[in-house]
């Protein structure tokens, strides 16, 4: 290969203290329009290799003060020059002293005497092994730079989203604020009881569906609400909003330390709403006292399994809630197939004890 042919000179370092194998070397490689260095002890070729960094190095084994393993192991312990490839030269031909060459972090190795056209090969084969690598490395931290920044863009982007989000839940919740108070200013106008009594449940539905989006609002994910807390706040703004005395109410809560998205949260928290301002309005006639228990569990098929009762006066025995008149209690049914779930009233074994029980079970 030529000067003209090969432009880019690559530096060889050759380490031997055999002054006849430096210049046999030498030529062979400066003929080959190669770039040579020459050092005959280890330590001289440790300073060579401070002052500039080698594209290859040719290593002998047998010196005085360092050998060519302690020289190489040297080298693999700093990180400027640990990827330098190393070939050794040596007359030593039996396999141990080759096996301890490459433990030594040689990447091959030749034996004396030798062919020039062997050392040529070898070190073309290691220099274009050595060239890919480092252009492999060029583009892992080109496409690792890439990817960090895409990184950041995602980032940037998810906390857009979140902003965003959080602007639409608190957006909502207001909105439906402003509805509720509407509706409260209308609620003081109305005079016929059945009117105002839906001016109330309307009212009620917003408020419960508003519930929903402040606890979201106020999550970290945007996307689930720890529903026992939710219900806990749910019932006890019910019980204020429909008793005259809300003292004569108590709430019993057997609730699991659950979360669920939104599309579960409104139509669950409905179903809460209705079943429980219902039994406020009608289980506890003449301000008499009572208790409400809601449980929120999971069974051991792992659906959710919903309970509402109360001690009250209980649901007339001839009532088919499928006909009833209620507007919550029809809107039940319908809420519990959004749920995919099973409703049912539960009857007591004995009537006298008064009270009901609503069960919705989902997955």
């Known amino acids: 290969m030529t000067k003209t042919e090969n432009q880019i000179q690559e530096d060889i370092l050759i380490v031997d203290d055999s002054p006849e194998n430096l210049k046999l070397l030498a030529k062979i ?6 770039q040579i260095r ?26 005085p003060e ?21 070939i050794f030269i040596s007359g030593l031909k039996d396999s141990e002293s080759k096996i301890k060459g490459f433990e ?27 060239r890919m690598k480092h252009h ?4 892992v931290q080109e496409r690792t730079a890439e990817l960090q920044e895409v990184t950041e863009q995602i980032k940037a982007a998810l906390n857009e989203k979140e902003v965003l989000l959080k602007e639409i839940h608190h957006r909502v919740k207001n909105n439906m604020a402003m509805m509720s108070s509407f509706l409260q200013f209308q609620i003081q106008q109305v005079t016929d009881p059945d009117a105002l009594q839906r001016f109330i449940d309307t009212r009620s539905r917003i408020y419960t569906m508003a519930l929903v989006h402040e606890k979201l609002y106020h999550t ?9 807390e939710f219900i ?10 429909y008793t005259t005395f809300p003292h004569l109410i108590s709430l019993n809560t057997d609730i699991a330390d659950v979360s669920l998205n939104l599309d579960r949260a409104i139509p669950c928290g409905l179903i809460i709403n209705e079943l429980v301002s219902n039994a406020l309005k009608h289980a506890f006639p003449e301000n008499r006292k009572g208790t ?3 449980g929120f569990t999971i069974d051991p098929e792992g659906r959710y399994v919903l309970t509402v009762s109360d001690d009250g006066v209980g649901l007339p025995e001839q009532m088919d809630i499928e006909q009833t008149e209620s507007i919550g209690l029809k809107l039940v049914p319908l809420l519990s197939g959004q749920l995919d779930g099973e409703f049912a009233r539960e009857d007591k074994l004995d009537p006298s004890e008064g009270g009901t029980t609503f069960r919705i079970v989902f997955p």
């Open 136 to 139: 492999l490395e060029e583009i």
């Open 104 to 130: 030594a972090g040689g990447v091959d190795y030749i034996t004396k005497p030798f062919q020039a056209q062997e050392i040529l090969a070898r070190v073309r084969t290691h220099l274009s092994m050595s």
């Open 66 to 86: 360092m050998d060519g393993y302690e020289v190489c192991s040297h080298l693999k312990e700093h990180t400027s020059a640990a990827d330098i490839p190393v």
């Open 38 to 63: 020459g050092s005959n002890s280890g330590r001289y070729a440790l300073k060579s290799i401070e002052k500039k960094i080698p594209d290859l190095i040719l290593l002998d084994i047998k010196m």
């Open 29 to 34: 490689l400066t003929e080959n329009n190669f």
């Open 292 to 294: 409400i228990t809601i």
């Open 232 to 241: 806990q706040d749910l019932a006890e703004s019910l019980i204020f909003s």
């Open 220 to 228: 970290e994910d945007l996307k689930n609400i720890n529903f026992k």
